[in-house]
Each structure stands twice: as C-alpha cells, then as structure tokens.
Nanobody
Framework: QVQLVESGGGLVQPGGSLRLSCAAS????????MRWYRQTPGNERELVAT???????TYADSVKGRFTISRNNALNTVYLQMNSLKPEDTAVYYC?????WGQGTQVTVSS
C-alpha cells in the first residue's frame, strides 16, 4: 500500500517560487503515474500536472510554462517546481497515485 506525504508549501509573494515534494512509501513507486492536484474552498480538485513512469509530463493550461513536475525514483519522491506564482495559484496542493492521496500542503500567494 502506497502512502504519500507532501511538504514544501507556505506563503510566498506574487512572482515568487516554491518547490513541493511528495514522498512515497511502499513498493512500486517507479511504475506509478504521479499527479499533483490543487483545491480551493468550495471547488473541486483541479488536476495541475502529471508525470508517467517514463517521465512524460502534462500540465493544466493555467500553469504551463510556470510549473514543472519531476520525479526521483531512487528517492521515491515527486516534485512540483512552481515559478512566477500568482494569487490565483493559492490552494491546497495534493499528491496522488492511483486511489491514494496525500494530506495536502497549503500554498498561499499574497503580498
């Protein structure tokens, strides 16, 4: 059974950067398709970025060119590098694999 733990959220000014991490426990991480979602109060979770086992990536239009998803299979970790952050990026960010979710990490973009 995979378990996921996110870290790296916080408060950042508009235009700033953050890097989120998602550490996975359990076996088989390298074959998993990993995703980052985000959610704001009263809204459904929005898919932000996906990375396949082979390293192929896809992004929501709203974050293309600003966010980068990557993975380190030796460390069982997936990352989300977020640059040029905007106030509308404020949300709780969740890591996902199959039916498993992390607890989420809050990202707040505000001056």
């Amino acid at each position: 059974q995979v378990q996921l733990v996110e870290s790296g959220g916080g408060l950042v000014q508009p235009g700033g950067s953050l890097r989120l991490s998602c550490a996975a426990s359990g076996s088989g991480f390298s074959i998993l398709r990993m995703r980052w979602y985000r959610q704001t109060p009263g809204n459904e979770r929005e898919l932000v970025a996906t990375i396949t086992s082979g390293g192929s990536t896809t992004y929501a239009d709203s974050v293309k060119g600003r966010f980068t998803i990557s993975r380190n299979n030796a460390l069982n970790t997936v990352y989300l590098q977020m640059n040029s952050l905007k106030p509308e990026d404020t949300a709780v960010y969740y890591c996902n694999a199959l039916h498993v979710w992390g607890q989420g990490t809050q990202v707040t973009v505000s001056s």
